[in-house]
């Protein structure tokens, strides 16, 4: 990938906009203040990148757009927003309000680009700013809105990537100039993404796809599946794909069968990788789910399926997935249910019992969803243990497992997470570059990764992501980035058992 540098022209420069394009591209960034003038081309030149957002009409004129049409016609690339595009096509961008809050506005996928990556046609991803200002998404729905070019015409040189679902306006545009091109998006409408922010979750999605290619592996789900329907999606998976086998390894707290899907050669060094043991933490799931699509349909990165075995558990906690509860059927929390230091973990209050935040159960070992995690750990002997949880970005490595294999999957991840994604830091109003960089270490507590590490995994972490979203609107991140935490797990778990 060539060397990322960006000018963002705009009236705005000490704006959110340019701060968290910052944090994005650290260092990489140049805000251009047009009230003190346009650059000329021979200083956009300098830049692989130019954004251009105009936050109010009054300073439209003070954007040379033929300056930037020269820039792409060269070979530039161009991410602007829909006011200044429109203008520059005799168009004029409109702004539609829902006044009733009946539906929420959104991006429906026309083509699969580059820009429009991690989606397919037909695709809806929420795309709306908010009136008031109010960051509550239940408050003032009567407020929504989106702009839109309504009445644009394709043509030999523009492509509509995506469409409003209000009017089927053009939302996201991309018209080839010259060597270069432009990529027009409603920018302006949308708020910086907090968290769960249906509207505005994906605002640098496509913006980072143009600018850095920031999906690698991510899938939209347009909707998160009762756990019924998502065993349903594994047998379908496992049916249309001869290399993966689907098992029911045993029967959850709550009767429903615990499935799981499987890939490779079982005498082959070994994979297991586990989701949602804490019910509501369930997004990491669906990137397993879409991991084992990819290794069955074309292998990334050069691994090959005859050389590993690996075996994932998309949801380990049916009842507390359905009902968006981190428990168990039982009330049991059993990501402290397991049989190392579960005697000495002290849970609870004056009062410990369960559905407490964090009720160990009666004794080590007695949930069946515990008790079928663990015969699984014996039976395949994995190489690496992956848990995934949601709540901030942390690595938690085991004390008990092969420290350099760990710290190796740590660095992988944290190399391939650069420049990605930025998002809302966890637990604060402060936005951050999405990344790996926390890492502790657990001793012996009765948590699943320390078991594994236990009864002898070397590579036995737990993963800490972003989530618990109450839609399935900021999935593409979320898939990618744990595709590409087990793509590493994978990578770095074969050459650890090559050199013995």
């Given amino acids: ?104 506005p959104g991006i429906r996928i026309k083509q699969e680009s580059d820009v429009t990556f991690g989606f397919g046609v037909g695709d809806v991803t929420p795309w709306f700013g908010k009136v008031s200002g109010a960051t509550a998404n239940e408050n003032n729905t009567n407020q929504y809105f989106q702009r839109q070019i309504v009445g644009l015409v394709e043509g030999d040189s523009r492509s509509i990537l995506g469409v409003s679902t209000l009017n089927g306006g053009a939302v996201l545009i991309e018209e080839r100039v010259g060597k270069g091109r432009i990529v027009a998006m409603d920018l302006l409408s949308l708020k910086e993404p907090f968290f769960n922010s249906y509207g505005s979750t994906n605002k640098y999605l496509f913006l ?55 890939i ?104 069946p969803e515990t008790q079928i995690v663990m015969r699984m750990m014996e039976e395949l002997k994995p190489v690496v243990l992956l848990d995934f949880h949601t709540a901030h970005y942390i690595l938690c490595k085991t004390g008990r497992g092969d420290q350099k294999l760990q710290d190796a999957i740590h660095q992988e991840v944290k190399r391939r997470w650069k420049d990605r994604y930025v998002i809302q830091r966890p637990y604060s109003t402060e936005y951050q570059q999405v990344n790996m960089e926390p890492a502790a270490t657990y001793g012996d507590v009765p948590h699943l990764v320390c078991y594994g590490a236990l009864v002898g995994i070397p590579g036995s972490i737990l993963i800490e992501m972003s989530g618990n979203r109450t839609g399935t609107h900021g999935l593409v991140m979320n898939t990618d980035t744990t595709i590409d935490i087990c793509l590493a797990a994978i990578h770095n778990g074969l050459t650890w058992k090559q050199k013995g």
Wanted: net charge negative; hydrophobic share 35%; charged share 20%.
């Fill in 1 to 104: 990938m060539a060397k990322i540098s960006v000018c963002l022209l705009t009236d705005s420069p000490q704006g959110a906009f340019a701060a968290h394009l910052g944090l994005l591209y650290p260092e990489r960034v140049t805000a251009v203040a047009l009230a003190e003038g346009m650059p000329d081309l021979k200083a956009l030149k300098k830049f692989s990148h130019v954004v251009t957002m105009i936050t109010h009409r009054r300073n439209m004129d003070k954007l040379d757009y033929g300056v930037v049409r020269e820039y792409a016609a060269g070979g530039g690339q161009v991410v602007s927003c829909l006011a200044e595009y429109a203008a520059s096509v005799g168009r004029q961008a409109v702004k539609s309000v829902v006044p009733d809050g009946a539906v929420q």
């Fill in 208 to 262: 980072g796809n143009v600018i850095g290619s920031s999906v690698h592996y991510g899938k939209h789900y347009p909707t998160k599946l009762p756990y019924d329907e998502l065993l349903v999606e594994m047998q379908k998976l496992a049916a249309r794909y001869p290399a993966i086998e689907y098992r029911e390894e045993g029967t959850a707290s709550d009767g429903h069968p615990l499935g799981s899907l499987s």
């Fill in 264 to 367: 490779g050669d079982r005498k082959k060094p070994g994979f297991l990788f586990t989701n949602g043991i804490h019910g509501w933490e369930w997004e990491a799931g669906y990137g397993l789910l879409h991991l084992m699509e990819l290794l069955a349909e074309d292998p990334p990165e050069g691994l090959s399926v005859k050389d590993f075995h690996l075996t994932v558990v998309p949801q380990l906690n049916p009842w507390g997935y359905d009902h968006d509860m981190r428990h168990n059927a039982n009330g049991v929390d059993m990501n402290r249910n397991f049989p190392v230091g579960w005697d000495d973990y002290e849970g609870g209050d004056d009062v410990y019992q369960p559905w407490d935040f964090d009720y160990k159960g009666p004794a080590p070992g007695s949930e």
